[in-house]
């Protein structure tokens, strides 16, 4: 049995939904459907989630939210319209579940946005269950609640509870039926609206493949493979036939956009492999995610990814390694402002702490420099707000000696400082830090390198 998740490019318009059924019929192990908002169907175009969320701060305001609640009701009716489906009564049903999320008592700001947000979802989901019966494919629309899926957490940021793998366990459903649920959108156990983080239909798909023990989750988007580069920087770079989980996990965490680095998670805890796929090519191979011992690797670099969201604090101080509970006592002031650390590479006097600076403001960075200067007495201390990280990962690495020097040779030669190169505990990857304005072309030069 197969889990498919379907991204918001797939579902944006009645040609695109068009394509994902034809993707959904051509093969009968496809039994779980996981489905996003409809997403942007040209580049100034607007997603369905970014509409509701406009809807939502309307609400909040107090303002007249009928034209926006009638341009978001607009995009399924869209849909619909593709497959004479104008005056079914799905279209009625969706517009009054529009009309009753502003008619709701929330908690919370958080809640309501949740609520709003997911609908996206939701009401997508129920429009393609509907489009397949009109079809004459049977199928049904299924809430997460339904399938034992239960959270907690932030309203917006959500995290399985445990036990839902175990309800998942037991549950019934009808083999010869399609379950179309939503992605992105759960429930908690007082059954109010929560929705998951970043790649919330990626996190969806991941959990049910895993609770109701799919033998693959294949997840389609709008590229034939997951490439070795980033195709805006590097021309028609190679893709990827097969890598593994902490490939993929690397990778997407240092910029890789095909998933947020948390979302496949949960498949990888069950082992189950991921096939990336092309809704606009499904016959391509895709790219394969597999258990780590899957590959032996016959290159010693799988991927290079890249990332401009960081910032690094920067600390001198003799003999900061003579020091019992020097870090920790930097880490008790970063956890006082909330703020968590990416990475802490060290030498015996000196230490670079990086960031993802969307944790970070003026008033936030000021105080720790304070706190620090108080409680640590550092000789020198610099934000460098100016950083970029590249990361070059492959399981090929750790058996190929020289990668590294070949890279930094490159660089060299191209004039590219390094302030920056941290070896991974795994030895499978190695992070450089360079300054935003030479990422793209140090770029460049190790994919030049190592392929």
């Known amino acids: 049995m197969k889990v498919v998740k379907f991204g918001g490019s797939s579902l944006a318009t009645g ?15 496809r039994r779980i459907v996981v489905v996003s908002a409809p997403g942007k169907r040209f580049t100034d175009d607007i997603k369905v989630t970014d509409l509701l969320k406009t809807y939502a701060d309307q609400t909040i305001a107090g303002d007249d939210t009928i034209d926006i609640l009638l341009t978001i009701l607009a995009r399924y009716q869209d849909i619909a319209q593709y497959f004479g489906l104008e005056k079914n009564k799905i279209i009625p049903q969706i517009k009054q579940q529009l009309i009753q999320l502003n008619h709701v ?5 958080d809640h309501l946005y949740a ?33 034992g899926m239960t959270v907690s957490g932030s309203p917006r940021a959500a995290r399985l509870d445990p036990a839902s793998y175990e309800r998942m366990h037991h549950v019934q459903y009808d083999a010869n039926k399609l379950l179309i649920v939503p992605g992105f959108i759960a429930y908690t156990n007082d059954g109010y609206a929560a929705t998951f983080s970043r790649g919330g239909s990626d996190i969806t798909g991941a959990i049910l493949a895993r609770g109701l023990h799919a033998d693959l989750y294949e997840n389609f988007t709008d590229v034939s493979a997951i490439y070795t580069v980033n ?33 496949i998670i949960p498949v990888i805890e069950a082992n189950i492999p991921i096939n990336v796929k092309n809704t606009n090519d499904p016959e391509a191979p895709g790219t394969m995610i597999v258990p780590n011992q899957a590959i032996t690797p016959t290159l010693p670099v799988t991927g290079i990814a890249n990332d401009d969201r960081f910032a690094a604090l920067y600390l001198h101080r003799y003999l900061l390694n003579r020091e019992v509970g020097f870090t920790l006592k930097i880490l008790q002031i970063l956890a006082s ?10 030498g015996i006097d000196d230490m670079t ?17 304070h706190d620090l200067y108080q409680t640590i007495a550092p000789d020198d201390l610099e934000w460098l707000d100016d950083y970029a990280i590249i990361m070059i990962v492959g399981e090929g690495m750790q058996k190929n000696i020289g990668t590294l020097n070949k890279i930094t040779a490159a660089l060299a030669k191209d004039n590219i400082n390094l302030p920056m190169v941290n070896q991974g505990a795994s030895q499978i990857s ?4 360079v300054p935003v304005d030479q990422m793209d072309e140090a770029v460049k030069v190790i994919y030049e390198a190592v392929f």
Do not use: W
Not at 15 to 29: C, R, S, T
Not at 116 to 139: K, S, V
Not at 337 to 346: A, I, K, L, Q
Not at 430 to 433: E, F, P, V
């Open 105 to 109: 008592h929330y908690p919370s700001f």
């Open 231 to 263: 195709p805006g920087i590097v021309a028609n770079p190679k893709s990827i036939e097969k890598m593994t989980y902490r490939e993929m996990r690397e990778l997407s965490y240092a910029g890789f956009a095909v998933f947020h680095d948390e979302a």
């Open 15 to 29: 040609a695109q939904v068009q394509k994902v059924l034809n993707i959904i019929q051509a093969d009968n192990d």
């Open 337 to 346: 402002y909330n703020v968590s650390y990416e990475h802490m590479p060290s």
């Open 115 to 147: 609520a709003f947000m997911g609908h996206g979802e939701l009401l997508n989901a129920q429009l393609i269950a509907c489009i397949l019966q009109t079809i004459g494919q049977p199928a049904t629309f299924v809430s997460p609640m339904d399938l």
């Open 430 to 433: 190695t992070m450089l830090g």
């Open 353 to 369: 702490i990086i960031f993802d600076k969307s944790q970070l403001t003026p008033t936030i960075k000021a105080h720790i420099s």
